[in-house]
Nanobody, 123 residues
């Protein structure tokens, strides 16, 4: 069983920055991929970025590439999402997720989820 707890969300003006954190605990040996997803009101959940638990290779969605960066603190088992140049359309609840599978981006491949943290970007 893997437990995930997100933090770092909040209200920010367009063009600003936030850093989200996801504290990972439990059966971390079973994890191969970590990811951030987001869900805006009235929309489906959307993939944002993934990171390999073993070699820290990353993959970012086109909509956030160049603005968001996923990373990992290996010693502390924390996954981060640095978000720069935020836009109103980035407003959503952001979720951290863990998968036993390699290099996956579909939410159906992720079996452990956090409760989410709200990010609101004002124009």
């Amino acid at each position: 069983q893997v437990q995930l707890v997100e933090s770092g969300g909040g209200l920010v003006q367009a063009g600003g920055s936030l850093r989200l954190s996801c504290a990972v605990s439990g059966s971390t040996f079973s994890i191969n991929t970590m990811a951030w997803f987001r869900q805006a009101p009235g929309k489906e959940r959307e993939f944002v970025a993934t990171i390999s638990w073993t070699d820290s290779s990353t993959w970012h969605a086109t909509s956030v590439k160049g603005r968001f960066t996923i990373s990992r603190d290996n010693a502390m088992d924390i996954v981060y999402l640095q978000m720069n140049a935020l836009k109103p359309e980035d407003t959503a609840v952001y979720y951290c997720a863990a998968s036993r599978s390699w290099r996956v981006t579909a939410d159906t491949d992720f079996t452990s989820w956090g409760r989410g943290t709200q990010v609101t970007v004002s124009s």
